[in-house]
């Protein structure tokens, strides 16, 4: 199963509403989670199942979709929140990751 | 708190081996499967191996199907990946992955990985 995040570059400021695509190359039902990659970091987990917001994970952060199509939305960045995104499927083997996409301070 | 660190990581020729190792702290290793991530610099992540709580069943990527095998020692608290066959392209920090399980009733399926190493680098060449 291929992932395909949209946009692979964003750029924002602080305070901006934000959102990320990640589209399957074929239904994984709502088997899919979003990552947060800061440089030099392990990833770090921030929803799962699609819509679920993991423990700890601040509220601004929010997912939904289901099938082929999902999004990761950020409601208000912060300045801690400009990093690299990833969504990951876990319908099959292997559990293929989306390219990723790089969110920049304008 | 959950820890896992991986070690083992280095410099390797090409066609070369290298096993790297992950220990886990803070909860019960027996009780959950576990992954292995890599990220080749400047590039995304890629999942290569996953292994149960019981060692099986076991599954890898196709690039490293057949050169790499997952391992672990739930005594031990510690997770194995024995790299054969190095080529340029397997040159990554490798990353130990906890699988966040969920029970629906019926069976166990993986949500997430929900606990991450800091990585250990493996850089192949000549």
């Known amino acids: 199963i291929q992932l395909t995040q949209s946009p692979s570059f964003l750029s924002a400021s602080v305070g901006d509403r934000v959102t990320i695509t990640c589209r399957a190359s074929?239904?994984?039902?709502?088997?899919l989670a979003w990552y947060q990659q800061k440089a030099g970091k392990a990833p770090k987990l921030l929803i799962y199942a699609a819509s679920t917001l993991q423990s700890g994970v601040p509220s601004r952060f929010s997912g939904s979709g289901s099938g082929t199509e999902f999004t990761l939305t950020i409601s208000t960045l912060q300045p801690e929140d400009f990093a690299t995104y990833y969504c990951?499927?876990?319908?099959?083997?292997?559990?293929?990751f989306g390219q990723g996409t790089r969110l920049e301070i304008k | 708190e959950v820890q896992l660190v991986e070690s083992g990581g280095g410099l390797v020729q090409p066609g070369g081996s290298l096993r790297l190792s992950c220990a886990g702290s803070?909860?019960?290793?027996?009780?959950?499967?576990m992954n292995w991530v890599r990220q080749a610099p400047g590039k995304g992540l890629e999942w290569i191996s996953y292994i149960t709580n019981t060692s099986s069943p076991k599954y890898y990527a196709d690039s490293v199907k057949g050169r790499f095998t997952i391992s672990r020692d739930n005594a031990k608290n510690s997770l194995y990946l024995q790299m054969n066959s190095l080529r340029a392209e397997d040159t990554a920090v490798y990353y130990c992955?906890?699988?966040?399980?969920?029970?629906?009733?019926?069976?166990?399926?993986?949500?997430?990985?929900?606990?991450w190493g800091p990585g250990t680098l493996v850089t192949v060449s000549s």
């Open positions: 074929q239904g994984i039902s709502s088997y």
């Open positions: 992955a906890r699988a966040f399980d969920l029970w629906n009733g019926y069976y166990i399926y993986t949500v997430a990985h929900d606990y």
């Open positions: 803070g909860f019960t290793f027996s009780h959950y499967s």
């Open positions: 990951q499927q876990f319908n099959s083997y292997p559990r293929t």
